[in-house]
């Protein structure tokens, strides 16, 4: 439900960052336009180039024009006005006095409150730093609420997590801890509980009496781009799988929470990353599969292999793909594989969930056809938002065949506008105080754990090795024969079709 955000100055750490230009500006544009946020809001942008508050604005203007969609010249002119910018190194102390007058005169000239929300958009290395000094300087310490938002990555295994996590404590209490996930602003992925807890027909069969497999694909077309720096030090597995593809696992599995409220949900999304099982090296070594890119060719261009991409050490031992079947060893999940797989320069963008069911206990009509194939349903997170079911009908005319048929709701379609960005629904809720779609701590915490052992299992050279695939197809064949050991083989990304 879309409320009213309160009256409040938001600090964005990295004002002048691509993320504050392409995402945040944008995102809190369009929560202005749509009249979500009114006039009594201030935003101080933060960084350390020489800027006044005009030739900010101007930025802020120019970012939104060129990523926000539709935007109005008159509307956005009005919008900036609410932004000022302040230089400031955020490792020196004593900017941050500059920091707090600045602040309370804005909240004094909007009637803030005091309610201060504080956005890090900075490197990592930062995240430790500015909440120590927003409360050693007495920022945080006025009568409104203060809320601060992580960006990822949230530490790089499970101990530099929980060094970072007791930093942040030590000036923020868990509740107003907002750790991002972008993926769970995603329209689609939102969805999954609607669709599973607003359907009896699919909440009675959602269980292993009636699922076969889970699979959920995140494959991008992108190269590294010029992220190097960072994803040489990542890779896929800390960049994709400890984050996103497992909170997509929590909300495919979890169980109904009691009521809709943040703390129920994440209570159930944190018993499925209990029950998950965590691999022995042996494990890891048959169930997780670890891939990098070669040369290869995207819509008929010859583009280089990951090894020759600018800033990328020629010896790289650096996976950009990753495949993994997991196993959720609870009384619903039990002998139902979930199956994962997300990698750079894949053929196609695309975020797909597929729920495949059993087959009925008696081949009445697909004994003899080719044409069968069993129930899906696919949840279609992008590019496409949209659910679609399979389902084998009769065709027209005089025969016994069957023939598959997809029962779809395509939501850009109905919508007749393209879904909210993830930002500015993630935003929306932090303002209000709305954590559901936030990754609590110990989420993060059973994710590294889980995490660091495939990552301990690599380095100590006892998992599986390092295979190649071409740019610009699905992944190494290692991944397909994962599923093919179990009878199984990939659902390949599909469109969701235009009529319902
Ligand atoms: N870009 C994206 O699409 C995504 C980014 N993220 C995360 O968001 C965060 C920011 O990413 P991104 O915007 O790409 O990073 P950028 O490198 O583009 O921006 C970093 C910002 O930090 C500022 N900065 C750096 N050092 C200081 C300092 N000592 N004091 C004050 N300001 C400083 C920079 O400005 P200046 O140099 O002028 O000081 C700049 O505004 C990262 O944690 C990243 O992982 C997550 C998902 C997507
Ligand atoms: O967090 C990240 O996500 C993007 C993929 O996001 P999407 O919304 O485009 O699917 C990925 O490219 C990036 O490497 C990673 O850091």
Redesign the pocket.
């Known amino acids: 439900m879309i409320h009213s955000i309160p009256n409040a100055s938001i600090v964005l ?11 945040l500006f944008p995102a809190l544009y369009q929560l202005y336009q749509k009249g979500h946020m009114k006039e009594n809001f201030s935003v101080v942008g ?4 020489e800027f006044s508050h005009e030739e900010f604005q101007a930025e802020v203007m120019s970012a939104i024009h060129e990523h926000a969609q539709g935007a109005d010249r008159q509307i956005v002119e009005k919008f900036a006005s609410h932004f000022y910018y302040l230089k ?4 020196s102390e004593a900017s941050y006095h500059e920091l707090e007058e600045l602040l309370n005169v804005l909240d004094r000239d909007y009637q803030t409150n005091g309610n201060r929300l504080y956005y ?5 290395k ?2 430790g730093t500015i909440p120590t000094f927003l409360k050693s300087e007495g920022i945080t310490n006025t009568e409104g609420w203060q809320r601060i938002v992580i ?3 949230f530490g790089n295994d499970l101990p530099s997590a929980t060094k970072l996590n007791e930093e942040i404590q030590q000036s923020f209490n868990e509740n107003d801890i907002y750790r ?1 996930d ?1 993926y769970l602003g995603k329209e689609m992925v939102q969805n999954i509980q609607v669709i599973r807890f607003g359907n009896a027909i699919f909440e009675s069969i959602w269980n292993n009496k009636y699922i076969d497999s889970v699979q959920i694909t995140s494959s991008e077309t992108l190269g590294v781009e010029d992220r190097a720096g ?1 994803y040489e030090k990542s890779g896929a597995l800390l960049d994709m799988v400890q984050n996103h593809m497992l909170q997509m696992v929590m909300m495919v599995a979890m169980e109904p929470p009691g009521e809709l409220k943040p703390e129920h949900i994440r209570d159930e999304k944190v018993k499925v990353l209990r029950s998950l099982r965590f691999f022995s090296e042996e494990e890891v070594k048959k169930n997780v599969i670890r891939g990098q890119y070669s040369e290869g060719s995207m819509n008929g261009e010859q583009v280089p292999g990951y090894l020759n991409e600018e800033n990328v050490d020629p010896k790289s031992q650096t996976e950009t793909f990753v495949a993994a079947k997991l196993f959720i060893d609870n009384f619903r999940w039990t002998g139902v594989p979930f199956y994962i797989r997300t990698g750079k320069r894949m053929a196609v963008k695309s975020t797909e969930i597929v729920i495949q069911f059993k087959q009925g206990p008696m081949a009445l009509y697909h004994a003899n056809t080719e044409n069968y194939l069993p129930n899906l349903l696919r949840i279609h997170v992008q590019p496409d938002e949209g659910v679609s079911l399979t389902l084998n009908a009769k065709p027209k005319g005089d025969t016994p065949d069957l023939l598959p048929i997809d029962m779809t709701y395509n939501n850009k379609n109905t919508a007749e506008m393209n879904s909210p960005e993830a930002y500015e629904k993630l935003l929306h809720d932090c303002l209000l105080g709305n954590s559901t779609y936030f990754t609590r701590w110990d989420e993060v915490a059973l994710s590294w754990d889980f995490i660091d052992r495939i990552t301990k299992s690599w380095q100590d050279g006892t998992g599986a090795p390092l295979t190649h695939y071409p740019s610009g197809s699905m992944g190494p064949v290692e991944a397909d024969e994962l599923l093919k050991a179990d009878g199984h083989s990939w659902w390949e990304p599909t469109k969701v079709r235009e009529e319902c």
Not at 120 to 124: E, F, H, R
Request: hydrophobic letters at 45%.
């Open positions: 750490f990295g004002a002048t960052g691509d993320l504050a230009h392409r995402k933060v960084s350390r180039k400031m190194d955020v490792t890090l958009a900075m490197a990592p930062f995240f960006e990822k990555p991002i972008h960072y």
